[in-house]
Every structure is written in C-alpha cells, then in structure tokens.
C-alpha cells in the first residue's frame, strides 16, 4: 500500500510539473505572439508587402527621316511585322528555354540568322541543356582546389569553373545539333540581348501574318513573348548619295564591338539599332528615337503593375541643303559622259571614276556631291557605283585649277603686283630638263599679265611668280637655291583657300590632301602648276568658293535644319535647329587683289583664249579655271604606277552675283590627246542648274526655313 501511495505522489508531481512547463511554454509562445503582433506587427506587415520600383525602356521608335532642301523624303522608315520577348528580374534561364523551344515552333528563323551562331553559342546553350553531362567536366578534386584558393571570391571560382567546363564540351558534341536545335538556339540567343523587362526583338523581317496569327493565339502560353510593329530603314532614292548616307545596324548587330562602352554610358541597351557610318552616325544623336518610360513596381522580380512615366517618340528629322532633283540630273550627266569616254579604251584606258561638287559660294551649302566609279556587284558583274563620299576622302593632282591661288599668294607676299608683265618663256635650271608652258612650243616666248596667264592657263607665269615669292631670279641654265621656308610659305597661304586643310564638312573621314616630301626647284615649280601637292574635290569646290565670294572661305556642310518629326504627311514639323554659315577664315588679300583673279577668271570662261570658252555664250555669265595634271595609275594587274592625266575644271555663276560655285574632278581621264570630258560635265551640270532654278521659280519652290507644306518633286 505504501509503495502504491508512493508512486501516485510521483505521478502527480509529474503530471504537475508536465503541466507547469505546458503552461509556460504556452505563456512565451503568446509573449512571443504579442511581441509579433503589437510591437513589430507594422514591421513584418511591410515586409511581406515590400515591392520595388524598377524603370525600364521600351519600344522600338523609328529613327528621324532625312529629307533634301524642297522636302523630298531620301531615307524613310518602313513598317513591318515584328514579334519581341521581355523577361522580367526573376525569370530562369529554364523558363526562357522553354519558350524558345515553344516560339519555334510558330515562327521560321532565317537560315542566315542560324549561320550566324558562334561556337561560344552552342557552348553555352549546350552546358545549359545537359546539367549533368556538365557537372561531370570538372572534378571534385578540381572543384576543392578552386574552393582552397583565398586568393579569389565566389564568383571568380564560378567563372573558373564554368570556363572548365567550356572547353572540354566534347566536339562532337556540338557538331550534333540538329536544325531544330539550333533554331531553339537562334531565338533564346535573343531573349539574353538587352536587358530585364525591356522589349527584345526576336524576328522582324518577313514575319508573315500567319506566324503574327499563330503567336497571337498562343500568348497564354508564352509568357514575355509579343506581337507588335516595327521598322526598317529604307533609303528611297537607291544609289543616290548612298555611300555618305551610311548605314544602321540591325538587331542582330546591335551596337558595334567597337562602340560598345561609349553606346553604353549613353543608356543604350547592346540589340539597339545604331548609326554605323557617315551621317547616319555623325547626326545619332538626333536621328535616334527616344524610348517610352516605364516604370514596373515588381516583387520577388516578378510584376505586379506597369505604368508610363514618360512617351517614346520618333527621331527628329533632319533636312539637308541637297536639291534631291538637281543631284539625280547631274548623276546621270556624269554617268553618261563617264561611261561614254570609258568605253573609248584606246583614248582613256585608267578612267574609272568622276566627281562633281556644287555648292552655295556665300553660305556653303552644299548642293549636290556626285561621285561615280566602276566596281562589282556581288555577283562580280562591273558596274557604276556611288562614290559620293570620294568627294572629300579621295585627293587627286588637280593642275592648273589652283593657278588663281598661285597668283593670289604672289599678291598677298607683295612678291607679285596687279598688272605686272612676265615673259613666258621656256625655263630650265642648270641639270633640270626644260619645262614650258603648253603653248610655248608653237608660240614662242611672250610677255602676258597675270589675267592673260590665267587666260592662257601660262605655266611659265607661275613659275617666274614662284621664284619672285622664293626670292630668287630666274637665269637660264644657272643653279637655283629655293629654300624650304617657300615652300611652306606656298602651304599656308593655299591653306587659306581650302587647299591641303580639311574643309571641315561636317561629316567623318575627310582626307587633306597630300604633300610632297622633296624641296627642290622642280618641285616648287610642279607646286605652282598644281602637279605636287594632291587635293580632294570638295577642297577644289571650297577654294574656288572662296574665290568666288570675295575672299571667304566657307565651310562647306550638308545639314541645313533640324525638325520635329512630321505627323502630318504635308507639313513639316516644328523648327529645332537651323545650321549657320560659318567662316572659316578670309584671305589676307585685297579686295582689288581677288578681283584681279576673278576677273582672269572670266577671260578662262570667254576670252578668246580661254581655257574653258565652252562658256562664253552661256546666259549665267560664267567664270572658270580649268586644270591637267601629270600624274599615275596604279595597275594592280601589272603591279606598277602607270603614266596618265587627270583633268579639272572649277568655276562659278554667275559672274557679278555668284550663286553657284563648281568642281569638277576626272582621275585617268586620258593618255595623250584630252577629250575634255572635264568641260562637257561642267557645261552640262550648270546648264542643268540654271534650267531647274527656272523650273523652281515658276512651280514656287522655296528652301528657307518655313512651316509651309511639303513640296514634292517630280521623279
């Protein structure tokens, strides 16, 4: 009985303190619940709601339209199907996979787009779709080696690690993917482009409306993907300028490796369309559209709501000083005449190309800039092709074109006077063969005035003004010390021209010309006939310019406004920006001084000598100076330089009020007897102005800057 009584006791005490410890246990777990609840009850309540704010830019918005001075559309946007992916913050690499596998199967993927996977592709996407296979690539033992090394962090043994695996994916292995694959692997190699949460283009171009139909009934089941429109730039006029226009990337190429961290620190994301060349990359800036804004509240990088802080919108449009019609009359001119004197191999066997320059003497505004030569299609068929941008990246000998320069810099040195009589005579320095003006053979020697060698196109005038400059007196079959200082005296004052200086077009690449590297007496003569130093043809058009208007030298440029963009088909939009003239510098020469040339210039273009009378009865009274140079073409089939002629020709109109100013420029343009192709094109091309400007004034044409309507042209 005592020992029942005992063990009851010892069961009571310990259903007690069982009870006891219940209680307690319970009382903290309340405590505890009160704590939770009261004191940090607004805490966890913010943690469970917390979201954030994550910005992003979206859409795709056409880039600003290029126009010519009358409003005549030359690059346009062209709209067209387009299907985009956008992940968000949280979404896997597995469920990406998973949507390319399902998109392949509504859509086709160019067979270009799958020729353009690199072998780092398929790695990644093969170590992507075999885990295990992966894991087995680097061993354990390898594996705790990269942990034991203090010397790098967590993501830098990952990135070891992974670079491991890479390499010793098996060859085979990546030889094995099927067709199917590989356009698996086409369209996830777009979903990583750009970033979260902004729209990526995953197929633009020949997207059919059934493919467009057959995503958009399956969107349920492809979550980021999208149907929506975009564009494609389209270059209306085809060849026309198509070399200075330059190109835009696609989507494909995105942003240049080359450019990569100067797009990126402007906000662009690395699949963005991007000017790649010309003006299409010197104007980005403008021509690019703005993205619209977007501002997604996410949670766990998941989104929960989306709204628009700020609309997209299109690029401004830009409007160049080009008349679109006066440039497609004098491509075709060009065209013609080059490819008439082409075909006459026995006269002209190098001439391959031709350049032609108009542009506003007083404002620089640049009216047209042909250049055509031959190349092959890619077919490797010979065809004229442009070559625009040969204007101001390709330098020529241009001959006497630059006498009016000569004289000039023989005025500004006071080394040579208005007037002043020099005998034209055959010269030869002691060891040097003779050199004589072109007429002197038949002629003989004969004193003329500095008009009359402009005139006459006279070498022996410049040469003698050559020596007045250098210091020296000419004696026949005597030795002569030019020094090199003239011939640096000669460059400065030509540079004030245009001439060996970049004109500063405002466009990239422009060449300045090049400079012989020997200084002797010859060589300062060839100087002054325009047979040493070599120039680009937009420096002939800007230093006959500058003759032109007075002494100023202009920069020459093709932008001449910036709008807003045109919503409205007939009107054009809201005026930004409105390019000034700029001068350059003026010629440290008198007025009388530049009239003196100009009126030599006159008698080039109708006296009786005249070496571009072609003019003299043209109804815009015209004022020229036309140029030969010795010079060589070199045979890449022969391996040699090979001798042959370049001609020129420059001038203005009309003569008292330019308005125009011309160069014309033909490398190779003949062998031994000159066809004057130089001249034909000249004649033609101002003809052709002036015949237009009628045209424009009678229909009311206008060029200035104004909100009125767009004008079109007929084609």
């Known amino acids: 009985m005592k020992e029942k009584k005992a063990k009851k006791n010892q069961t009571t005490v310990r259903m007690n303190l069982l009870f006891?410890?219940?209680?307690?246990?319970?009382?903290?777990?309340?405590?505890?619940?009160?704590?939770?609840?009261?004191?940090?009850?607004?805490?966890?309540?913010?943690?469970?709601?917390?979201?954030?704010?994550?910005?992003?830019?979206?859409?795709?918005?056409?880039?600003?339209?290029?126009?010519?001075?009358?409003?005549?559309?030359?690059?346009?946007?062209?709209?067209?199907?387009?299907?985009?992916?956008?992940s968000t913050q949280s979404t896997k690499s597995k469920e990406m996979l998973e949507v390319a596998e399902n998109l392949s199967k509504l859509i086709d993927?160019?067979?270009?787009?799958?020729?353009?996977?690199?072998?780092?592709?398929?790695?990644?996407?093969w170590l992507l779709r075999n885990k295990e296979k992966a894991a087995e690539l680097v061993t354990k033992d390898e594996l705790a080696k990269l942990e034991a090394n203090e010397e790098m962090d967590e993501d830098e043994r990952n990135k070891k690690a992974y670079e491991m695996q890479l390499d010793r994916i098996p060859k085979d292995e990546l030889k094995a993917f099927t067709n199917e694959e590989l356009k698996v692997l086409a369209i996830f190699r777009q979903f990583n482009t750009g970033y979260a949460l902004t729209p990526k283009i995953v197929k633009n171009k020949n997207v059919s409306d059934e493919e467009m139909a057959r995503v958009s009934e399956n969107l349920s089941s492809l979550p980021g993907v999208n149907v929506t429109t975009d564009w494609e730039r389209k270059y209306v006029q085809d060849s026309t300028l198509r070399s200075i226009l330059g190109k835009v990337s696609t989507t494909e190429q995105g942003i240049p490796t080359e450019l990569v961290d100067d797009f990126k620190s402007k906000g662009y994301a690395m699949n963005d369309r991007v000017g790649t060349s010309y003006f299409e990359s010197e104007y980005e800036s403008l021509l690019k559209g703005k993205k619209e804004e977007i501002e997604h509240i996410t949670k766990n990088g998941s989104v929960i709501d989306s709204q628009m802080i700020k609309e997209g919108h299109s690029g401004k449009d830009v409007y160049l000083t080009i008349d679109l019609k006066l440039q497609k009359e004098l491509e075709t001119i060009v065209e013609e005449e080059l490819s008439k004197q082409a075909a006459k191999r026995w006269e002209s066997p190098y001439l391959d190309r031709a350049y032609l320059i108009m542009m506003n003497p007083y404002t620089g505004e640049i009216l047209s800039m042909v250049g055509k030569k031959y190349g092959h299609d890619k077919d490797g068929n010979v065809e004229l092709q442009d070559d625009a941008l040969g204007t101001f990246t390709s330098e020529y000998g241009v001959g006497s074109a630059v006498k009016g320069a000569t004289v000039l810099t023989g005025y500004?040195?006071?080394?040579?006077?208005?007037?002043?009589?020099?005998?034209?005579?055959?010269?030869?320095?002691?060891?040097?063969?003779?050199?004589?003006?072109?007429?002197?053979?038949?002629?003989?020697?004969?004193?003329?005035?500095?008009?009359?060698?402009?005139?006459?196109?006279?070498?022996?005038?410049?040469?003698?003004?050559?020596?007045?400059?250098?210091?020296?007196?000419?004696?026949?079959?005597?030795?002569?010390?030019?020094?090199?200082?003239?011939?640096?005296?000669?460059?400065?004052?030509?540079k004030q021209f245009g001439l060996g200086v970049k004109t500063e077009i405002d466009l990239p690449g422009e060449a300045d010309g090049l400079q012989g590297s020997e200084y002797?007496?010859?060589?300062?003569?060839?100087?002054?006939?325009?047979?040493?130093?070599?120039?680009?043809?937009?420096?002939?058009?800007?230093?006959?310019?500058?003759?032109?208007?007075?002494?100023?030298?202009m920069q020459p440029h093709i932008m001449k406004e910036i709008r807003?963009?045109?919503?409205?088909?007939?009107?054009?939009?809201?005026l930004l920006y409105e390019h000034e003239s700029k001068v350059l510098n003026r010629l440290d020469a008198s007025e009388e001084e530049i009239h003196s040339v100009q009126q030599g210039f006159y008698r080039v273009a109708h006296g009786a000598n005249g070496t571009a009378n072609n003019f003299a009865n043209a109804p815009y009274d015209a004022a020229a100076k036309s140029g030969t140079a010795e010079a060589f073409y070199y045979a890449p089939e022969r391996g040699k330089n090979l001798e042959t002629y370049n001609t020129t020709l420059v001038g203005y109109a009309p003569y008292s009020h330019p308005e125009v100013s011309f160069a014309v420029v033909l490398p190779a343009s003949?062998?031994?007897?000159?066809?004057?192709?130089?001249?034909?094109?000249?004649k033609r091309a101002m003809d052709k102005y002036f015949e237009l400007k009628k045209e424009y004034e009678k229909k009311g044409y206008y060029s200035e800057s104004t909100d009125k309507e767009v004008i079109e042209t007929d084609e």
């Open 20 to 86: 006891v410890s219940v209680f307690f246990l319970f009382s903290m777990l309340i405590l505890r619940l009160g704590v939770v609840q009261i004191v940090k009850g607004s805490q966890y309540e913010a943690e469970v709601s917390r979201t954030e704010n994550v910005k992003s830019d979206n859409g795709n918005p056409p880039r600003g339209k290029i126009y010519d001075r009358y409003r005549n559309v030359i690059v346009d946007n062209v709209p067209m199907n387009a299907i985009t992916y956008t």
């Open 109 to 125: 993927i160019d067979e270009k787009v799958i020729e353009s996977i690199n072998p780092r592709d398929k790695q990644d996407y």
């Open 412 to 494: 500004m040195t006071d080394s040579l006077a208005i007037g002043e009589s020099l005998l034209d005579e055959a010269i030869q320095i002691k060891d040097t063969p003779v050199k004589r003006s072109w007429f002197n053979q038949s002629r003989g020697a004969m004193y003329m005035t500095d008009k009359q060698a402009l005139e006459w196109s006279s070498n022996a005038y410049m040469w003698k003004t050559a020596f007045k400059v250098a210091g020296v007196t000419y004696q026949k079959d005597q030795p002569m010390n030019i020094k090199r200082e003239t011939f640096d005296t000669f460059r400065n004052h030509f």
């Open 520 to 553: 002797k007496p010859g060589n300062l003569m060839d100087f002054a006939i325009g047979q040493y130093d070599t120039y680009t043809p937009m420096q002939l058009a800007q230093y006959v310019s500058t003759i032109a208007n007075g002494g100023y030298r």
């Open 564 to 574: 807003e963009p045109n919503y409205e088909s007939e009107k054009v939009g809201s």
């Open 670 to 682: 003949h062998q031994d007897k000159d066809p004057y192709v130089n001249k034909t094109i000249a």
